[in-house]
């Protein structure tokens, strides 16, 4: 089971990113997939997981109508769309796949594997 976060980047405050996370060694449409965020001294934050079925999603209420999550199984990928970015949003960024529950969990610890994560800076 691998995952692969990329897409990070240095990005001014109210512009957009999108991350992608591919997977491998196991389907996207079985397991869910989360994404998380964590800066020094800080726990990691989840911000939005997707369903590994129908899509549905859940989302951190601090991104709420900023980000939005989505897939595409064909590809095994699954995205973070960034949009509105502020310099709160900074951190690594990682995409992990957690057991298909529903909804799919917001705790890091539910969690079974975990990409390297990819380096979000959002500064003027």
């Known amino acids: 089971v691998q995952l692969q976060a990329s897409g990070g980047g240095l990005v001014t405050p109210g512009g957009s990113l999108r991350l992608s996370c591919v997977v491998s060694?196991?389907?996207?449409?079985?397991?869910?997939v989360g994404w998380f965020r964590q800066v020094p001294g800080k726990e990691r934050e989840g911000v939005s997981c997707?369903?590994?079925?129908?899509?549905?999603?859940v989302i951190s209420d601090s991104v709420k109508g900023r980000f939005s999550i989505s897939k595409e199984d064909y590809v095994n990928t699954v995205y973070l769309q960034m949009n509105n970015l502020k310099p709160e949003d900074a951190g690594v960024y990682f995409c992990?796949?957690?057991?298909?529950?529903?909804?799919?969990?917001?705790?890091?610890?539910?969690?079974?594997?975990w990409g390297q994560g990819t380096l979000v800076t959002v500064s003027s």
């Open positions: 992990a796949r957690s057991p298909p529950w529903r909804p799919c969990p917001m705790q890091a610890s539910s969690y079974q594997y």
């Open positions: 060694g196991f389907s996207s449409n079985l397991y869910s």
């Open positions: 997707i369903n590994s079925d129908d899509r549905s999603f």
